[in-house]
């Protein structure tokens, strides 16, 4: 039987990349995405509302999972089923509270409820979890070598501008995080993601469908919603620059986080998928590679041949980590996963799609007038 999977938020960035891989290997596939307008406004989009770039051999249902008999009627013959469709700006969840609770965890709930009470052929799911949901990463003791998993910096740390996580007195030492540290979610999309993943495995484990969910770090890459000023620091980077505008950074720039590009993580999703290991359980998807934020303007600066220095706000946002990125060995041992793209050959994809947009859109100052406003940027 052709395995036919169904990919909730499938016009999505990810979703969009997933899809195009999922027919490159001879799935059938079917989308069910609501084309919410604040991803979807400023794209090129077809007479329906679809982006271009989704390929026509999909099948696509538009409509929201949360209303009512969309999702039940999506899942006709569907085999393996994809989660994206999420509310993604970890900033405005922290206002839009009752939006991104229900888009974020009632979508949930519809969906297990559905496959708990409605006939249906799933064999599998895979979904989209997040790395928000560590809150700060793992970090060692430098004279003890202990690891730890402090909480997050207080306001009167933050305050006094000191950026870095300390105890006792000592500057902690960012190491890779891997899935076993404990979860200290800071933000309502952190909060939502983690319920929505522990929904999932435990559905999941007692419909005894395998369930796996994949905690994505940041990923980048073509087709990332430039409308959308909450996501995407690449992206956004790449449009101030071809705007010759400096990038504008939070705190000092040193903090660190893992780039993953889309590409290696629609093949993390497919590899996973196309499995049979019966395991109900979460895993990394990253680079391993960290790189901190004004290292990343400033090779972005050189790759655009732009001689602008970032901004540095010396600032920071409500619920930001200071170093998050990730251990990915656990998902290579157990489904052989690994990324391929090189950092330098990722941007430069993203740039060629960012410098492809009509007028590169820059929202930056917009979007931080807003945090501004709403007091989540002190
Ligand atoms: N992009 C990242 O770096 C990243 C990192 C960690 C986790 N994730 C997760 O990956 C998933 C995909 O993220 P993305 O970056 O592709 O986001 P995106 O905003 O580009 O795509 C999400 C898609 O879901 C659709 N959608 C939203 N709510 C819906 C609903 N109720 N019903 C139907 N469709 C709906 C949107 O219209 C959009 O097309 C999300 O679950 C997100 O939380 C993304």
Same mark, same amino acid.
Request: zero cysteines; glycine letters at 8%; a negative charge.
């Given at each position: 039987m052709i395995k036919h999977v169904l990919v909730t938020g499938g016009a999505g960035f990810i979703g969009s990349h997933l899809v195009d891989v999922l027919l490159a290997r001879g799935y059938e596939v079917t989308v069910l995405d609501s084309l919410l307008a604040q991803v979807h406004a400023d794209g090129e989009r077809d007479a329906d509302g679809?982006? %271009?770039?989704? &390929?026509?051999?999909a099948k696509r249902i538009k409509g929201d %999972?949360? &209303?009512? /008999?969309v999702f039940e009627a999506a899942l006709? /013959? %569907?085999t393996h089923l994809v989660h994206l469709a999420a509310s993604v700006g970890v900033g405005q969840s922290m206002t839009n509270i009752v939006d991104y609770t229900r888009n974020n965890v009632m979508t949930a709930a519809v969906i297990l409820e559905t496959l708990s009470q409605r006939p249906h052929t799933v064999e599998r799911m895979v979904v989209a979890s997040s790395? =928000?949901?560590?809150g700060e990463g793992a970090y060692r %003791?430098? =004279? #003890?070598g202990k690891v730890v998993a402090p909480p997050p910096r207080s306001h009167d740390q933050l305050a006094a501008r000191h950026w870095e996580l300390s105890m006792d007195g000592e500057d902690l030492t960012p190491i890779a995080t891997t899935e076993e540290k404990s979860l200290r979610p800071a933000s309502i999309y952190a909060i939502n993601k983690r319920d929505h993943e522990e929904m999932f495995l435990a559905v999941g484990q007692t419909l005894q469908i395998p369930t796996v969910a994949l905690r994505l770090f940041n990923a980048y890459g073509s087709?990332?919603?430039?409308?959308?000023?909450? #996501? /995407?620091v690449a992206a956004i980077f790449i449009s101030r620059l071809l705007n010759d505008q400096p990038p504008l950074v939070f705190e000092d720039g040193r903090q660190k986080r893992d780039f993953v590009h889309v590409g290696d993580v629609a093949d993390a999703f497919v590899t996973v998928l196309a499995s049979d290991l019966a395991v109900w359980d979460v895993f990394n998807v990253g680079s391993g590679s960290p790189i901190a934020i004004a290292e990343m303007a400033s090779v972005l600066a050189r790759m655009l041949d732009k001689s602008i220095a970032a901004d540095y706000l010396a600032k920071y946002r409500a619920g930001d980590v200071r170093h998050c990125f990730a251990d990915i060995s656990k998902i290579e041992r157990t489904f052989g996963v690994r990324p391929q793209r090189s950092f330098d050959d990722g941007m430069q994809e993203l740039i060629s799609w960012v410098s492809e947009a009509k007028v590169p859109l820059d929202r930056s100052r917009a979007s931080i007038a807003e945090l501004e406003k709403q007091r989540l940027l002190v």
């Open positions: 679809w982006p %271009v770039y989704l &390929d026509l051999r %999972v949360l &209303d009512e /008999g006709l /013959g %569907v790395m =928000s949901i560590y %003791v430098p =004279s #003890t087709r990332q919603a430039l409308s959308n000023p909450y #996501t /995407g």
